[in-house]
């Protein structure tokens, strides 16, 4: 399921990251990869906030359905 699915509060792991190459390369940079854990802090929207890596990053709804947990 797309990122804007999951559950506030729940730790996901991200299993598939797509898009064009350099969203890929971009999302990868902030530590969107396979096998990563995520977890949404806040979700507005379809716009998310989640923990990734001790970090927090805030997604546009379009990126976040990039992202398949």
Same mark, same amino acid.
């Given at each position: 399921?797309?990122?804007?699915?999951?559950k506030?509060?729940?730790?996901?792991? =991200?299993?598939?990251?797509?898009?064009?190459?350099?969203?890929?390369?971009?999302?990868?940079?902030?530590?969107?990869?396979?096998?990563?854990?995520?977890?949404?802090?806040s979700?507005?929207?379809?716009?998310?906030?989640?923990? =990734?890596?001790?970090?927090?990053?805030?997604?546009?709804?379009?990126?976040?359905?990039? =992202?398949?947990?």
């Open positions: 399921m797309p990122l804007t699915m999951a506030k509060g729940e730790e996901n792991t =991200i299993k598939h990251v797509g898009g064009k190459e350099e969203t890929r390369k971009f999302l990868e940079k902030l530590g969107f990869v396979v096998g990563s854990v995520v977890t949404v802090v979700d507005v929207g379809g716009n998310v906030i989640v923990n =990734i890596k001790d970090s927090r990053v805030a997604l546009g709804k379009d990126m976040a359905n990039k =992202i398949l947990v």
